[in-house]
């Protein structure tokens, strides 16, 4: 017997293929950010820090600065926000910037507007290949002598993990039972292979960094998971 279809079920599915449609439509758009400096955080979902434009293709993110009777509507039935409530769901909604755009398209910022760009644990969901025509698009637009900071799993770590015998931690960083192609790995790396990536993109400077330390502003709101991760920032050339 297949599972039974619920109604959170089905709006999650509408909402999804919605967000998707909308994503699709505004594919190829340049945004003037605004005044700098600018700060700019790629795949974001709900992990957010003042000052910073948030950039994420989840249904999340068109929500920001709705009413409280959509969000809640939407909060309820999506089933994807458990680690908030919903109060605190709302407040990080409406108290930050958000653009809702699938960074599969590129980043959408007009060329030499930004000065900072974040990613954390976003880069892994893409293709070797789709990976690299995204860190070009980040060079695109950061100012010359922009920062990117990347976080992303670290696949020595894992392998590490493997070796003393802690099997099912190496084995998560592959393979997941979450569902939707926002949560499957598509790609790992090392330092050597992220210094590859960037460097083969233009990026200069590039350096291994520790956790919340860094060229980045304020990282103690947005680095995490320290355990896991690999922590890279680069500059663009100037």
Not at 35 to 54: E, Q
Request: glycine content about 6%; aromatic content about 12%.
């Amino acid at each position: 017997m297949g599972e039974s279809v619920t109604l959170p079920h089905v709006v999650a599915n509408v909402v999804e293929f919605a967000s998707r449609a909308i994503a699709v439509m505004r594919r190829g758009r340049r945004i003037d950010p605004g005044p700098r400096p600018v700060r700019v955080n790629l795949g974001s979902a709900l992990a957010v820090a003042p000052g910073w434009i948030h950039v994420d293709s989840s249904p999340n993110a068109l929500l920001a600065g709705r009413s409280r009777s959509i969000q809640s509507f939407a909060y309820r039935y999506t089933g994807s926000n458990a680690q908030f409530d919903l109060e605190e769901y709302r407040r990080r909604l409406n108290s930050h910037r958000f653009v809702h755009h699938d960074l599969a398209y590129g980043v959408p910022f007009t060329d030499a507007s930004v000065d900072f760009l974040y990613s954390s644990h976003f880069l892994e969901h893409l293709s070797w290949g789709a990976g690299l025509r995204l860190l070009r698009d980040c060079y695109r637009v950061l100012h010359p002598g922009g920062v990117i900071r990347l976080c992303v799993p670290d696949l020595e770590k894992a392998v590490q993990f493997y070796l003393r015998g802690e099997r099912d931690r190496f084995l998560s960083y592959f393979f997941s039972d979450a569902t939707g192609q926002r949560r499957q790995h598509r790609f790992m790396y090392d330092f050597a292979l992220l210094y590859e990536a960037l460097s083969s993109t233009g990026f200069v400077d590039v350096i291994k960094c520790e956790f919340q330390t860094g060229r980045t502003p304020d990282l103690l709101e947005l680095d995490n998971r320290s355990d896991e991760t690999l922590y890279v920032e680069a500059v663009r050339a100037a």
